[in-house]
Nanobody, 126 residues
Framework: QVQLVESGGGLVQAGGSLRLSCAAS????????MGWFRQAPGKEREFVSA????????YYGDSLKGRFTISRDKAKNTVYLQMNSLKPEDTAVYYC???????????????????WGQGTQVTVSS
């Protein structure tokens, strides 16, 4: 049973930084893509970033590269999302997700991910 547990969310002022963590357990993630999505009230779930567990290749949503950095620690089975220069529009619930298929064409698609964490709230005040 795959479990994903996010942590690190909170309230931060605009321009500040947060680092989200996603502790993964339940199986070997060698062939997986690990992703971060976010959902603001009244909006659809949005792709933020993804990393291939094996090769560490990274992908970002439009306009997020440069401010957000995804990484993974194989030894700790943990995926991180470092968020810098945060803006009020970054306010959302952030979800960690695991996709057992390393298919680049679908890694930005929420439906391609089989496993999800419970989410962590990020609030950026202006």
């Amino acid at each position: 049973q795959v479990q994903l547990v996010e942590s690190g969310g909170g309230l931060v002022q605009a321009g500040g930084s947060l680092r989200l963590s996603c502790a993964a357990s339940g199986r070997t993630f060698t062939s997986y893509v690990m992703g971060w999505f976010r959902q603001a009230p009244g909006k659809e779930r949005e792709f933020v970033s993804a990393v291939t567990w094996s090769g560490g290749n990274t992908y970002y949503g439009d306009s997020l590269k440069g401010r957000f950095t995804i990484s993974r620690d194989k030894a700790k089975n943990t995926v991180y999302l470092q968020m810098n220069s945060l803006k009020p529009e970054d306010t959302a619930v952030y979800y960690c997700a695991a996709n057992p298929r390393t298919t680049i064409a679908t890694l930005m698609v929420a439906l391609a991910y089989d496993y999800w964490g419970q989410g962590t709230q990020v609030t950026v005040s202006s």
